[in-house]
Every structure is written in C-alpha cells, then in structure tokens.
C-alpha cells in the first residue's frame, strides 16, 4: 500500500516537472522566432529616445543657499530639544510657503522683466486660453522651481532649471536677495508705522503747546499782566544799560583826568602847550592862531611902510 502511493507522488512530481520544462522550452522558441521584431522594436525606442535628447534644448540648474534665521535667536538653536524644534516648525513652514508663493514669484519677475520672456511665455505645458499673461507666465515660473531645506539646519537651497544657464543664475540669485529684502521689511515695518504714529501725535503735541503759549501770551498782552520772566528780563536790560552808562562815565573821568594832568605838567612852556593834541586839535584855537598870523603879517607890511610912530601901527601894536 505504501509502495503504490510513493510511486503515484514520484510520477505526479515528474509530470510537474515536464510541465514546467516544456512552458520555458515554448518561451525560448516565441522569443527566438520574434527575435528581429523584438530588435526592432528596441532600436526604435533608443532612435526615437536619442533624437529626443539630441534635438531637446539642454536644462540648465541653478543653486543658491539662504540661511533662515527666527526673529528671536533663542529659538534658532535646534539643540534646545523637542519642545525648541516644535515651536520652530510653523515659523520654517512659512518661510517655505513664502519662498513657493506667487507673490514672490512676480516680484522676481518684475525685477527681472520676464513677463515677454520666450523661457516662460511661451511654454506649452503651460500655456491654456484661459490663462492671462501674467498667472501663465507666472506658472511657468514656479514650474521650473524647486525648494528644498537640509535636515537639522537653518538652511534652504533654491533650485531653478532653465534653457539659459545665466537665467537659471541670475533668477536664483535675485530670488534669494528679493526675499532677503522682504523678510527685513515685515520685521522692519511695525517699527516704522510705530515710529510714524509716534512722530504724529508728537507734532500734535507741539502744536498744541505753541496754540497753548500763544492764547497765553495773547492774555498776557490783553490784560497788561508782567510775568516773573518779563520782570526779570526789564530789570535785567535797566541793569545792562546802567553797567554801561558806569563803565562810559568812569571812561570819560579817566580821560579827563588824564589830559588835566598833561596840562599841569608843561604849563608856563607855550610850545609844549601848542603841540598838545588838545591844542592841535581844537579848531577856536587854530582859528585864533590864524587870525595872528595874519595879523603880524599886516603889522610888518605897515611898519615897512609909514614906519613904527605911524597912527595905525601904534593902534595895532597895542
């Protein structure tokens, strides 16, 4: 009995085993006999892949690093622990979001003046007849970019493919500058609209304080009413005026006193008394002296003339 069942399993094992032989024997042959369409076929798809690339303009890839710091530095440390990295997460999601949005994107585009650009106006994959210019060109410009960020750091890679390699940069470059420059403006902002409102009420106040003193000098002025400081400052000028008036008069005494005492040093020496500067100067007397000079001279001429006993001699010699 145990004879007859291991023969029955020894011929179904050999019959599996024929089977199977025969299913990859009938493979070879299929395979063998459609050998030159299999050829073909391959040869068409590498042509075909070949020209592809050939004839397909070479994509340019650009690359730029921007680092990504918090507005409070305590939090850039991703060393704090879990609790740190959690709390950083929203804020590195949203700069990705930023870096990715449209927005940014048509500031670059602005920047740059690719609106008519052939790279993205003109793309296919793109283009539909009910997109616009602007959102088509912009499509095509967030279709060529790729954000990615490095684990465990604060730093992100901006990649941008393009036909041009100097667009590829330029657009990576000004894309990275254009968001730098964005990022200092929101946290800049709420300081200078603050500094603003403050510099508003600010002038508000001085206005107020001038309208203040000048109703308050109106009322002063109105009503004939001397302020402590109005009081001091006309004592202050009747002081000033008096100091001057003393320090003149002393002036003057000294000057005075200065020429009496030269006076009473060379009095009796008549030509020390004539080349004083008070007797130079002074006009009575250089008048005076004149009226003599001319006086002897037509004394002299008549006594020349009628001799000294004459009538008008004696009258003007004495």
């Keep these: 009995m145990e004879d007859n ?31 030159w369409a299999m050829v073909g076929v391959f040869l068409a798809v590498v042509t075909v892949a070949t020209a592809y690339v050939m ?35 929203p804020y590195y999601q949203t700069q990705y979001a930023i870096l990715k949005s449209r927005t940014l994107a048509r500031r670059t585009i602005d920047e740059l ?19 616009d210019l602007t959102s088509r060109t912009i499509n095509a410009f967030l279709g060529r970019l790729s954000i990615s960020y490095k684990v465990n750091s604060r730093l992100v890679e901006i990649v941008f493919e393009a036909r041009d390699p100097k667009l590829a940069s330029t657009v990576a470059n000004t894309m990275a500058k254009i968001y730098a420059t964005q990022n ?25 304080v001038e309208e203040s003193e000048l109703a308050l000098q109106q009322y002063l002025e109105k009503h004939d009413v001397a302020t402590v400081d109005t009081r001091q400052s006309i ?25 009496h005492e030269q006076l ?30 001319a006086m002897q001279l037509k004394l ?9 006993l004459h009538p008008e001699v004696v009258r003007m010699q004495t």
Excluded: C
């Design 184 to 208: 200092v403006e929101l946290r800049v902002n709420p300081f200078v609209e603050t500094a603003d409102l403050f510099d508003v009420r600010l002038e508000e106040q001085r206005r107020r």
């Design 5 to 35: 069942n291991r023969s029955r399993h020894d011929v179904e094992l050999v019959s599996d085993g024929s089977t199977a032989a025969i299913q990859i024997h009938d493979l070879i042959r299929a395979l063998y006999r459609h050998r």
């Design 264 to 293: 009473e040093a060379i009095k009796g020496n008549a030509p020390a008394l004539e080349a004083t500067p008070l007797i130079v100067g002074s006009t009575v007397v250089q008048t005076l002296k004149s009226e003599l000079a």
């Design 55 to 89: 004839t397909s303009p070479p994509i340019y890839e650009a690359r730029t690093q921007l680092m990504i710091e918090p507005d409070n530095p305590k939090l850039a440390a991703f060393d704090e622990g879990a609790r740190g990295e959690r709390d950083l997460t």
């Design 113 to 131: 003046k690719l609106w008519h650009d052939p790279e993205f106006s003109s793309d296919p994959t793109t283009q539909s007849a009910s997109e």
């Design 300 to 308: 002299a001429e008549l006594s020349q003339r009628y001799g000294e």
């Design 235 to 259: 004592v202050s000028q009747r002081l000033t005026a008096v100091t001057a008036a003393l320090t003149e008069a002393t002036a003057e005494r000294m000057r005075r006193q200065i020429r």
